[in-house]
């Protein structure tokens, strides 16, 4: 269950659920690739304040369960985790270019949606069952 929160004169218990998919619905995120995405996410969150509790995918798509507070913007945390993941990741493995045209590792588009408690469990389930669909 969601955490409640408190901040100056505020309390807060704020959860998205948040996905995207590889340019071209490449397969790509396979095992050392999507593992370093994995921790090039949490290591993005960590450093802008916010949290993933969740996070699985499949080849071509990922997604998250984050926590944040009130003062983050969702275009704005969404533009750091694919940004930066996708410039670490073809940093690291520069093979991935070859296969996006264009040099683009993600979409530009995105999926997100609040999450409440009655339904944070479903979204959990939901988010790691991704590799059985």
């Known amino acids: 269950m969601a955490q409640i929160h408190y901040g100056r004169g505020y309390v807060y ?3 998205y659920h ?3 998919c590889v340019k071209y619905r490449r397969k790509i995120l396979t095992g050392k690739i ?3 995405l994995v921790d090039i996410l949490h290591k993005i969150a960590a450093e802008n304040g916010f949290v993933i509790q969740e996070i699985n995918g499949d080849l071509d798509h990922i997604h998250l369960l984050i ?3 009130p003062q ?3 275009p704005d945390m969404i ?6 993941s996708a ?3 073809f940093k690291q493995y520069p093979e991935l270019k070859k296969q996006l045209w264009g040099g683009h590792l993600w979409n530009p588009s995105y999926f997100v949606a609040t999450v409440s408690e009655h339904i944070e469990e479903q979204i959990r389930n939901y988010i790691n ?3 059985e669909r």
Do not use: D, F, N, P
Request: hydrophobic share 35%; glycine share 4%; with cysteine.
């Open 13 to 15: 218990s704020i959860q």
């Open 72 to 74: 983050h913007y969702i």
């Open 34 to 36: 999507e593992q370093c």
């Open 67 to 69: 926590e944040c507070s």
């Open 129 to 131: 069952s991704q590799k």
């Open 87 to 89: 410039r670490l990741l």
């Open 79 to 84: 533009k750091a985790l694919k940004g930066v």
């Open 18 to 20: 948040i996905v995207w």
